[in-house]
């Protein structure tokens, strides 16, 4: 008996300590749109990791000539075994050039899943670092980051895209870095008001006058209590960047051949959309479904990380 | 109201300003020389010293800077590289087809965004509300390019021979030659030049078809708009709907509309009268926020229905290395951007007295 009030105030204690996570998690096992964009995030990250056991074919490589080769190509009246055409070889058939649309569509999830995150962490690095060192300075520095920021917020974000990688020379790299500095903003704004908030929070406040140092006082306390926003928005901007990278694929400036890529693959095609759609239909259906799950998981955890907004 | 104006105003020029800066940082930092990329790689070092005199090149960049400026007050973007004509005349030329679709498009997606949002705030979890939302979710997830593709062989190909069918390309039935208004008119005469806005409304088809009393015209017009419409509005209807939808719920939950409920109110007043008025400022600006999306969605459909617009003149210039087009039409619409928002937000301080004193 004699430990029943440290075990009484342990647990209690310690489940203060995790309790925002804890309760996020709680939460968001319970809300459907998080769920299902988990289950679709997962199918496509273990798609992507994958490939090679799930495509039947090299993705790049063209079937002609390949021994036992039963695939039509798509100007002789396309057939695609999904629609119950006989060929068994080529689940959604060939395409212009000869190669398994499937594999291809499937390879792209590669392409696609990591230019949304390699894009969005970049600019959630770059962004926050901006916004936290505009908050914490103030006075001019804030203003020029700022007013930096409100320039690259002027123009519509696939325009700016585009100018850059009209400079930077075609090519996905370069379309990323592009997609990159249109999300930079969001994240500086996000984080530069979290700051300015907690800035004057007693904790910090006294964290200060025991003589931290700025960068230890920005790494140990705002930053931890900055990041949920920038969690959230960041989960729903991976969507947005992938239909970015997409549409810059699409009009050439991205993403080049051969390389599968959805939005390239759609280019390609999109001149033989009245012969053979499914070329055009198939990657279209991938980016949706994948901006889809990104969508719902934001969503998701927009409702179960932000308290303010629990209203029912 | 006026003092709320002003600080607007105040805020916007220097953004204004920034993109005047970037547009021309960007332009210098093409790789290359402007000269070989103008006149073409045979042109010699003469040549080039009195291009570079010509175009204020040979001066420090802060003073090409200020030339850059000063052009661009008066309405002159330079030349363009690929077509030999000035950018101001391609922009008047094609800026038409690009508004009328952003036009029909944020038609479409507030005439079913917004009606389709209060439904389902009114009915709140029911069949409509679950539908709308899930479609709401779909239709923020979709490539624009590809709904476009999708539509055009819906209505192009599968639907050919049913009274459904729409053009999937173009912008009027191939042939068709409108006369402008303002020579039906009589406003200028024929042969004469008319003035460069003239000639800019007359290029927006529905609009020339509804001055002129042209039946068939604007029939003919709006069946050609309606694939890229559509196309171009479903994301911002999409988002639309969900903000109308949260924005009324909210406010449904206010005390003035249970006051106004128990006061014995006819439903029809409380929804339309109390909270629909209040729930529209934060849809205002969504709307607003919605431009960039139609712009960018338009770049994209132009180019698939073979529109001669901004966006496809845009994207075809940056292939064929046309840098003055690119600078031109992207400060253009940057700066077109910015004016609207700036409008958007003063339409919203109008409307709520708050805003202006915050």
Known sequence: ?312 | MLTFVLRRLTYSLPVLFGILVVTFTLARAIPGDPCLAVLGERATKDICESFFRRNGLDQPAPIQLLIYMRNFAQGDLGDSMRFHRPVMELLVDRLPTTVELGFFALMFAISVGVPLGVLSAYRHKSAIDVGTMIGANIGVSMPVFWLGLMLAYLFAVLLKDTPLALPPSGRLTPGANPEPFYLALGWVAEGEEPLEILRFFSRINTLNAVLTLNRELLIDALRHLILPAVAVGTIPLAIIARMSRSSVLEVLNQDYVRTARAKGLRERSVVGKHALKNAMLPVITVIGLNFGLIISGAVLTETIFSLTGVGRTLVDSITSRDYTLVQGFTVVIAAGFVLINMVVDMLYGYLDPRIRFN
């Open chain 1, 1 to 312: 008996m004699a430990d029943a009030q440290p075990a009484d105030l342990a647990p209690e204690a310690n489940y203060r300590s995790a309790s925002l996570w804890l309760e996020a998690l709680r939460n968001l096992r319970h809300s459907p749109s998080a769920v299902l964009g988990s289950i679709i995030i997962g199918a496509l990250i273990i798609t992507a990791v994958a490939a090679p056991v799930f495509a039947t074919h090299d993705p790049i490589k063209t079937m002609i000539g390949v021994p036992g080769e039963t695939g039509r190509l798509p100007s002789k009246k396309p057939c695609i075994p999904l629609f119950g055409c006989e060929d068994q070889q080529h689940i959604l058939g060939l395409d212009l050039n000869a190669r398994d649309l499937y594999s291809r569509v499937i390879f792209g999830t590669r392409t696609s899943l990591s230019v949304g995150i390699i894009t969005i962490s970049l600019s959630i690095v770059a962004g926050t670092a901006l916004g936290i060192t505009a908050g914490f300075m103030g006075g001019r520095v804030d203003n020029v980051i700022m007013r930096l920021m409100d320039v690259v917020l002027a123009f519509p974000a696939l325009l700016l895209a585009i100018s850059i990688v009209t400079i930077l020379g075609p090519g996905l790299t370069n379309a990323l870095l592009g997609i990159t500095i249109t999300f930079i903003p969001q994240y500086a704004r996000l984080s530069r008001a979290s700051v300015l908030s907690l800035k004057e929070q007693e904790f910090v406040v006294a964290e200060r006058a025991l003589g931290a140092s700025p960068l230890r006082i920005v790494l140990a306390h705002i930053l931890p209590n900055a990041i949920t926003p920038i969690i959230v928005q960041g989960t729903l901007g991976v969507g947005t960047a992938i239909l970015d990278a997409a549409a810059l694929s699409f009009l050439g400036l991205g993403a080049q051949p051969p390389t599968p890529e959805w939005g390239q693959i759609l280019s390609e095609s999109r001149n033989y959309l009245f012969t053979s759609p499914h070329l055009v239909f198939f990657p279209g259906i991938a980016i949706m479904i994948t901006v889809l799950g990104f969508n719902l998981l934001g969503d998701g955890m927009r409702d179960a990380l932000d308290p303010r907004l629990n209203r029912s």
